[in-house]
């Protein structure tokens, strides 16, 4: 029957070779591909990065743009939405809760305060925290927004980045010091970096707040860019206590790496 068979091509030229619905695949293609470019692109940058056809594109930014996901700026160029706000905030919450069972093994194993960041623009947020057992233990306020430069979380989290990229950020940001231990200039912080990458985590030694080190890793491959540690007191976070803390951290690191990776059954 003809209406079968025109029926059964459509459906073939709609959905993707995961089995997925290929319009969809490719709009959130371009909205990540928006994302990676600094959140404002125009069509021609997109039909280059991800090889589409400019009609293509076209409509799909169109039909993005009436949902409130994407913005058409007055210099015909397109921005993302702010209706993305909502749901980056709820998924950063529902993140946060998925890490709370990781963090709780990180205290276990650890006996200090677990916390989990993302990179959120040039900002670091908390989006998690499980509180050490111990009467004199760290807080960090879930939703708290830092800079990157002071802390460990900061360092794990950009010590990949392009040395250009960081200092861009920096020079965004600036660099005040929390301590007296802080660093304070781009030289400094991307050695620092470098010495992050040798080692394979960061230190955050009395840089935020004297008195408190922190030691964090990189989530790997993580669907967005985090990072996971433990704070304590210097006195309790020595030389020593880093040597059995790192591997438990890079453990659990992984571990939560793959839950996050895990799409859950197909409905």
């Known amino acids: 029957m003809p209406s079968s068979s025109a029926s059964t091509t459509d459906a073939a030229k709609s959905s993707s070779p995961s089995g997925g619905v290929q ?4 709009a959130f293609d371009l ?14 940058e997109l039909a280059v990065s991800s090889g589409l056809p400019l009609p293509t594109i076209h409509r799909l930014m169109r039909t993005l743009v009436s949902c ?3 913005r058409q700026q007055p210099n015909r160029r397109y921005a993302l939405g702010p209706r993305l706000i909502r749901l980056g905030e709820s998924a950063a919450r529902l993140l946060g809760t998925w890490a709370r069972p990781y963090l709780a093994r990180l205290v276990e194993e650890t006996g200090e305060t677990a916390n989990m960041a993302l990179l959120d623009g040039d900002e670091i947020v908390y989006v998690a925290q499980v509180p050490s057992k111990h009467s004199m233990r760290m807080f960090t306020e879930v939703g ?9 979380v900061g360092k794990a989290l950009l010590a990949h ?16 010091a929390a301590t007296e231990k802080t660093i304070t200039t781009p030289d400094g912080f991307l050695t620092a970096l470098e010495e992050v990458r040798r080692l394979g985590y960061a230190i955050d030694d009395n840089e935020q707040e004297i008195g408190v080190r922190c030691l964090a890793v990189p989530v790997p491959n993580s669907p967005t860019a985090a990072a996971i540690s433990i704070s304590g007191p210097a006195g ?3 030389e020593a ?7 438990v951290l890079q453990q659990v690191a992984v ?3 793959a839950a996050l990776a895990s799409s859950g059954p197909a409905a």
């Open 23 to 26: 319009s969809l695949e490719r």
């Open 31 to 44: 909205l990540e591909r928006m994302a990676d470019a600094g959140g404002e692109v125009g069509l021609s």
């Open 68 to 70: 409130g996901y994407v």
């Open 144 to 152: 708290r927004r830092v800079l990157p430069h002071s802390t460990g």
């Open 161 to 176: 980045t392009p040395a250009d990229e960081v200092r861009s950020l920096l020079a965004r940001t600036g660099m005040p």
């Open 236 to 238: 309790r976070v020595t």
């Open 241 to 247: 206590a880093t040597e059995k803390i790192v591997p």
């Open 255 to 257: 571990e939560l790496s």
